[in-house]
């Protein structure tokens, strides 16, 4: 897709092509959600705090079994 004009958050950048969108995913550690099930039988109450992007986290989180899908994720502005 060609064009002359890219509009992005309300600023306008001429003379460029979009070419993509790249993502980059970390795995999670071969042996982390082992050690979250045995933390949890330790009665270890397990918390994320991340720098991430909300959604970030609570696709970790979900991926991790930390959560359910309806859980609520909460950011740093609803801790205070």
Do not use: C, P, W, Y
């Not at 982390?32 to 720098?51: F, H, M, P, Q």
């Not at 359910?68 to 994720?73: A, L, P, R, S, Y």
């Amino acid at each position: 897709m060609e064009t002359e004009e890219f509009i992005e958050k309300g600023k306008t950048i001429r003379g460029f092509e979009f070419l993509g969108v790249a993502v980059f995913r970390d795995a999670l550690k071969a042996n982390a959600k082992e050690a979250l099930v045995l933390a949890e039988k330790l009665g270890i109450d397990i918390k994320i705090v991340t720098g991430d992007h909300l959604e970030v986290a609570k696709r970790v989180a979900l991926e991790m079994g930390l959560i359910k899908e309806d859980e609520k994720v909460f950011s740093e502005q609803e801790l205070k």
